[in-house]
């Protein structure tokens, strides 16, 4: 079963997932801010976020960002898109081709790798 839908859903309580034969990218939050990073999550996206431009803080023990719209588009895009299309990957080079075998690591590795290979290109064409 390969990928056959590609989702943009309305959900706003995680920032994508994925099902057989699909993947999706959810809705951003109507904020541009975020206050519910964990530690261990920033600093997973620490090189992203700074090549974004994403400005971030430290607050107690939470990080803090604020973001524009273009870059919230590129998050989407570079990260999340290509993260849930690491799992669907994942999958579909298991044997059974019925679960992700190697998980999270996998899904970020896959989406970082393919985020350097286009973040040129996508810069020139969406600059932030």
Known sequence: MGLHWVILSKDTGCHGFHRR??????????????????????????????????????????????WTEDQVRAYQLLHVFLHELGHH??????????????????????????EEQLWEDFARVFPL
Not at 26 to 49: F, I, N, Q, R, V
């Open 21 to 66: 034969g699909q993947i999706a990218v959810c809705a951003w939050p109507s904020t541009l801010w975020t206050e519910d990073m964990s530690k261990g999550w920033y600093w997973e996206h620490a090189e992203l976020l700074e090549r974004l431009d994403v400005d971030v803080w430290k607050v107690g023990y939470r990080w803090v960002a604020t």
């Open 89 to 114: 990957v994942d999958r579909m080079t298991t044997w059974s081709e019925r679960r992700p075998a190697r998980g999270e690591p996998f899904a970020e590795a896959f989406a970082y790798e393919l």
